[in-house]
């Protein structure tokens, strides 16, 4: 497992310490900027949501949720953020240092580690906390008809499902233009590839 350093809240926008890049090495072009930038990558894991939902309550149950506990998958999605990014975390290498935290500022969580990784695992790295989606959305459908259950599963999974949409931007960038069998390594000025 890497060295995780919890940072606490900072300014978003924070340098981290880098390792040096090789000569070669390419920025991948990011398009878009930020969350608005992102948000079409979170139609394709809303629409699995509500495809769930409604195999759920049209063809195995019944359609019922306490809205009183809403709320409560809602808060328990958003405390799941640190969670989010410890699943970024535990994707790097043994002797690499990973610092999470989260920017009040942005109502934002983040995992930064500078030091060069392989593309394959850069991947799965990013689409780790997918799981924080995939496992409330899979209670709700494989677990009884209950209101209860399915006020915090669902909210739960939804933002399980649609807070990874800038790592699956990441995937998307890297499947278009980083080959296979080559390494990444952020920066605190983007994301780069060397071969």
């Known amino acids: 497992m890497p060295h995780i350093i919890w940072c606490g809240n900072k300014k978003w926008g924070s340098d981290f310490p880098e390792s040096p890049l090789p000569e070669n090495a390419v920025k991948i072009e990011r398009k878009g900027n930020g969350f608005t930038g992102c948000l079409l990558y979170g139609i394709i894991p809303f629409l699995a949501c509500l495809l769930i939902i409604y195999i759920k309550w049209n063809w195995l149950g019944t359609k019922t949720v306490y809205p009183a506990l809403v709320p409560v998958g809602i808060f328990i999605g958003l405390l799941l953020m640190p969670v989010h990014e410890l699943l970024h975390a535990v994707c790097y290498c043994e002797d690499q240092t990973v610092y999470i935290g989260i920017s009040l500022e942005k109502f934002a969580a983040f995992a930064v580690c500078h030091e060069k990784i392989s593309r394959r695992r850069f991947i799965v790295m990013s689409l780790m906390p997918v799981l924080l989606g995939i496992i409330p959305l899979a209670v709700f459908l494989s677990g009884p008809s209950s209101p209860v ?39 605190n000025d983007g994301i780069y590839w060397f071969g």
């Open 149 to 187: 259950l399915s006020a915090i599963c669902i909210p739960t999974g939804i933002i399980g499902m649609l807070s990874p949409m800038p790592d699956y931007m990441d995937v998307h960038m890297i499947h278009k233009q980083v080959p296979k069998g080559a390494s990444v390594q952020s920066q």
